[in-house]
């Protein structure tokens, strides 16, 4: 593999299992929208994709009901959701060994930048990052392309074979494949091997001891 200067990594699924604080956050949501799930492991479909794409796809709402929906969802997420989240054993370890290599680390989210910014600060690994972008709370910048490409603008001095993105669901792969950079489809967050193997990343891994095998010279 080759030497990447600008190593991308997605949040959710990624970095860490947010699984319980992101489905009782959309629990809570639907129920305030009237509509009762119960069974949070049907609500993983939601980690990962911006909420906007996800309260539409998977429970048809329009527009101004999706904006309720994820006004809701952010008032437990800001009290609770976002602390309800563990970090994947070993990500520290990485991030520092990456550091000590001398890679500029970023991450690259669908969440709104600001969560992004205190999850980090939470698991006290945000000194590891150069830059942490995610979606704006008004719903913009939310695809994972959008994202991609705002960090590759940041770093202009950057070829393109000097990037790589590493997520767990199929957003990711797309993302970096549309900017036309490197990707590593992770198979221990939320995304199935099938699902990432469709959309072709440049390397597939199980676990963070072979992200960490790979990434490290």
Avoid: W
Avoid at 4 to 33: C, E, W
Avoid at 45 to 68: A, R
């Amino acid at each position: 593999m080759g030497n990447y200067n600008v190593i991308l990594f997605d949040l959710d699924g990624t970095l860490s299992d947010p699984k319980v604080g992101i489905t009782k956050s959309v629990q809570y949501a639907l129920h305030r929208m009237g509509i009762d799930e119960p069974d949070i492991d049907k609500l993983e479909c939601f980690i990962g994709p911006p909420l906007q794409t996800s309260f539409t796809e998977y429970y048809n709402f329009d527009e101004e009901s999706t904006q309720k929906a994820i006004a809701f969802y952010r008032d437990r997420f800001k009290e609770k959701g976002m602390y309800e989240n563990e970090l994947y054993a070993t990500i520290p370890s990485l991030l520092k060994s990456l550091q000590e290599q001398d890679s500029t680390l970023v991450v690259a989210t669908s969440k709104p930048t600001v969560f992004a910014e205190q999850i980090l600060q939470f698991f006290n690994i945000d000194h590891y990052f150069e830059l942490i972008v995610g979606s704006n709370l008004d719903g913009t910048r939310a695809s994972k392309t959008e994202i991609i490409q705002y960090i590759r603008n940041h770093y202009k001095e950057q070829k393109t074979n000097d990037f790589i993105m590493i997520g767990d669901r199929k957003h990711d792969i797309i993302g970096a494949n549309n900017t036309g950079i490197h990707s590593i489809g992770v198979t221990y967050g939320y995304g199935s091997l099938e699902e990432l193997r469709e959309v072709k990343p440049s390397y597939l891994v199980s676990s963070v001891n072979q992200l960490k095998d790979l990434l490290i010279n």
